[in-house]
T-cell receptor, first 113, second 110 residues
């Protein structure tokens, strides 16, 4: 099976702009979660989508949003970018097992200038 | 709020040494996972432990889940440079989310 793919891999934006990141899950995986990883805060949960519905949400401001399409592909959007949004954004998919085991993509490195 | 604390945060050892990484919480988790992340890549699942007191072995890696399901440890025997990376523990919370520890950065020098 092909793994989780994320595009783009690298992105440079300026403050105030918005950005959209894309994630294609492993075939058959219907749960897609997004995480933000920074050296200071570690890996923090943004939100999870399952069957096109947001099932769980972390403690991030409303500038962070996401959606999932009928083919389980997911996008996350960050509006009005701030310097502190610079991070590695990881998408992870799950088969729906009771242990919620995550299969991660390689991430999108976002730099906000 | 459920939290997972990992220790140590950083570990630099010589090839062939043994090491243990700890993952502790005051909360009970239904299951706990360990991941390894290498630079430029996403974390990769190593193991899931689900039963209190459970021990799982993966070649030179031994994972243990505490009896009370509040803590876990990862022991590496005869570490090799290929073990270098960021080790993350993650617990399944009572809300269904995965709670990640801050991670342990391991460097194994040849």
């Amino acid at each position: 099976k092909a793994g989780v793919t994320q595009t783009p891999r690298y992105l440079i934006k300026t403050r105030g702009q918005q950005v959209t990141l894309s994630c294609s899950p492993i075939s058959g995986h219907r749960s897609v979660s997004w995480y933000q990883q920074t050296p200071g805060q570690g890996l923090q949960f943004l939100f999870e989508y399952f069957s096109e519905t947001q099932r769980n949400k972390g403690n991030f401001p409303g500038r962070f949003s996401g959606r999932q399409f009928s083919n389980s592909r997911s996008e996350m959007n960050v509006s009005t970018l701030e310097l502190g949004d610079s991070a590695l954004y990881l998408c992870a998919t799950s088969s729906g097992s009771s242990y919620n085991e995550q299969f991660f993509g390689p991430g999108t490195r976002l730099t906000v200038l | 709020t459920q939290l997972l604390e990992q220790s140590p945060q950083f570990l630099s050892i010589q090839e062939g040494e043994n090491l243990t990484v700890y993952c502790n919480s005051s909360s009970v988790f239904s299951s706990l996972q360990w991941y390894r992340q290498e630079p430029g890549e996403g974390p990769v699942l190593l193991v899931t432990v689900v039963t209190g007191g459970e021990v799982k072995k993966l070649k030179r890696l031994t994972f243990q889940f505490g009896d009370a399901r509040k803590d876990s440890s990862l022991h590496i025997t005869a570490a090799q440079p290929g073990d270098t990376g960021l080790y993350l523990c993650a617990g399944s919370s009572n809300t269904g989310k995965l709670i990640f520890g801050q991670g342990t950065t391991l460097q194994v020098k040849p």
